[in-house]
C-alpha cells in the first residue's frame, strides 16, 4: 500500500480514516486564519482576495512538505503576531508608529528571513541563536505579542476607540457593532469552555449569522471560482534591506519570531504526541525546513510569516500521528479557495455611519487568540528584578507602542544593564548582549 510505504501507518498506530479525523479537526481549528489574515493584511494595501489566496496556497504547501519531509501531523500556516507586526508596523504610517514601508518591502523581508531560516535549518546554528534569548524574555515576548492582538481586536470590534482627551477610552456600548463583538467573544469563550473543537471557527460562523440581521453583514453568495493571485504574486521586494540599515531591525523581528514560534510549536506538539525518542525529537530539522520553505513560498505567492500551528495539538488529539494527517488539512485549506464569496462576507469589515471599517465578525477571534497567549506570564520570574522588569516592558511596551520592535528593544536593553549593574552580565550570551548594543545604536542614529 502506497500510504502505508510513504507514512508507515503501521508503526505509527495509525490508519486512514483516524489519520482523516485528525486533519479535518486541525484544519477546523486554525481555518480562522482564512478570515482574518486577508482582513489584517488589507488594512496596509494588499488585495484582500488575493492574500486569502495567498494564505491558502502557501498554508498547504507548507503543511503538505511537512507531511512528506518529517511524517508529523504539524500543520502550517500565517503566524499570528507576524501578520500585525507585518500590517501595523513596517507597513503601519509613521504618524502612527509604524515604519511606513510598502508591502512589498515587507514580503523581501519575509523572503529574506524564510531564506535564512533555510540555511539554519542545514547548519545546525538553531540551538545557538535560540539559546541567547532568556526564558523570560521568550515567554514576555509571546505575552506582549497577544496583548497587541487582542488590542487590535478590541479596536476592530468597536469595545475601545480613540477619545478626545485621552488615548483610547470605551466604545459607546448602545452601537451594534460592539454588541455582535461582545457576542462573538462570548459565543467563542463559551465553546472554548466546553472544549468544542474548532471553537473560534463556529464562534465566527455563529457571528456572522447574527449580524445578517443587524445589517452589519451583507450576504455575498457562498461558492465561487477563486480571486486571482497575481495582485500579489512575485511582488516581493528584498532589495530595501541592503539600502537601508533600519530595516536591519525588521529582518531580524521576522527571523527571530518565526524561528522561537516555530521550535516552540514543534516542541509542545511534539510532547503532546508522545514524539520524543531518547529526549530528542527525531527529524525535527525537517520539520523547521519545512517552516522555513513556507515562509519562502508564502512571500513569493503575497502572504506574511508562515510557520508551525499550535492547533495542530487539536488533530493530535483527534488520533493523528503521521503526515498523512496533513494531506487531509492541505487538501481542505486548497478547498477553501472556492468560498471566497463566504470570506469576503466574513472578513470584508462593515463601514460604520461615519466612515470608519470595523471588523464585528472577526475580533472575536483576535480578542480569544490574544488571551490564549496570557497564559506565558506565569512562566516569566518575577521574584528576580533583573528579569521582571526586562520582560514587564517587554510586554508592556509592544501593545501600548504598537510595535513588536520597540518591545524587543525595551526588554534586550533593560535586561543586559539590569544583568551588568547586578554583577550577572556573564550568565547571558555575549551575543545578546551585542544584539542590546544594535538597539542602541538604533536608537541613536537611526531613530528619527
Known amino acids: ?38 482582513a489584517v493584511l488589507s488594512s496596509c494595501g494588499m488585495d484582500f482576495g488575493s492574500v486569502m489566496v495567498a494564505t491558502c ?13 518529517s511524517n508529523y501531523p504539524i500543520a502550517q500556516g500565517p503566524a499570528m503576531g507576524h501578520n500585525f507586526y507585518f500590517a501595523f508596523t513596517v507597513c503601519g504610517p509613521v504618524v502612527a508608529g509604524g515604519m511606513g514601508y510598502p508591502w512589498q518591502v515587507a514580503l523581501g523581508a519575509n523572503l529574506i528571513s524564510g531564506m535564512l531560516f533555510i540555511i539554519l535549518s542545514f547548519v545546525g546554528l538553531r540551538e545557538l541563536v535560540t539559546s541567547i534569548i532568556p526564558d523570560s524574555l521568550k515567554n514576555a515576548i509571546a505575552v506582549g505579542i497577544g496583548l497587541l492582538i487582542a488590542l487590535v481586536g478590541f479596536e476592530y470590534g468597536g469595545i475601545i476607540v480613540d477619545t478626545p482627551g485621552s488615548l483610547v477610552g470605551l466604545g459607546n456600548p448602545k452601537y451594534p457593532e460592539v454588541w455582535l463583538s461582545l457576542f462573538g467573544v462570548m459565543a467563542i469563550g463559551v465553546m472554548v469552555a466546553l472544549k468544542i473543537r474548532g471553537a473560534i471557527l463556529y464562534g465566527i460562523i455563529a457571528t456572522t449569522l447574527v449580524g445578517i440581521p443587524l445589517g452589519l453583514v451583507k450576504y455575498q453568495g457562498i461558492i465561487s471560482m477563486p480571486p486571482s493571485v497575481f495582485p500579489t504574486l512575485l511582488k516581493c521586494d528584498p532589495v530595501k534591506i541592503f539600502t537601508e540599515p533600519e530595516f536591519l531591525s525588521v529582518l531580524f523581528v521576522l527571523f527571530f519570531l518565526d524561528l522561537f514560534d516555530a521550535i516552540g510549536t514543534v516542541v509542545g506538539v511534539a510532547e503532546q504526541g508522545g514524539f520524543y525518542k ?11 525546513l519545512a517552516d522555513a520553505l513556507g515562509t519562502v513560498v508564502g512571500a513569493i505567492f503575497g502572504t506574511s510569516t508562515v510557520s508551525s500551528y499550535i492547533e495542530s495539538s487539536a488533530g493530535i488529539q483527534a488520533g493523528g500521528r503521521t503526515g498523512l494527517s496533513n494531506v487531509f488539512t492541505a487538501f481542505l485549506l486548497l ?14 469589515g462593515y463601514q460604520t455611519p461615519n466612515g470608519n471599517y470595523l471588523y464585528p465578525i472577526i475580533a472575536p477571534a483576535l480578542i480569544i487568540v490574544g488571551s490564549m497567549m496570557i497564559f506565558n506570564v506565569r512562566k516569566i520570574n518575577w521574584e528576580d528584578p533583573t528579569e521582571a522588569l526586562p520582560s514587564f516592558l517587554t510586554l508592556a511596551i509592544m501593545p501600548f507602542s504598537l510595535s513588536i520592535t520597540e518591545g524587543l528593544a525595551f526588554g534586550f536593553i533593560s535586561y543586559s544593564i539590569l ?7 556573564r550568565q547571558i ?5 551585542l544584539v542590546s548594543a544594535a538597539f542602541v545604536a538604533r536608537y541613536i542614529f537611526l531613530k528619527t
Do not use: C, D
Open 1 to 38: 500500500m502506497v500510504l502505508e510505504k510513504i507514512f508507515k501507518l503501521k508503526e505509527n498506530n495509525a490508519n486512514v480514516a483516524t489519520e482523516a479525523i485528525a486533519g479535518t479537526t486541525t484544519f477546523l481549528t486554525m481555518s480562522y486564519i482564512i478570515f482574518v489574515q486577508p
Open 57 to 69: 496556497i502557501a498554508s498547504a504547501i507548507a503543511t503538505l512538505l511537512t507531511a512528506f519531509l
Open 278 to 288: 531518547n529526549g530528542k525529537i527525531p527529524r525535527v530539522k525537517q520539520v523547521l
Open 335 to 348: 478547498l477553501s479557495l472556492l468560498f471566497y464569496p463566504l470570506i469576503k462576507m466574513v472578513g470584508g
Open 419 to 425: 544583568k551588568l549593574v547586578s554583577g550577572k552580565a
Open 429 to 433: 550570551h555575549w551575543a545578546f548582549h
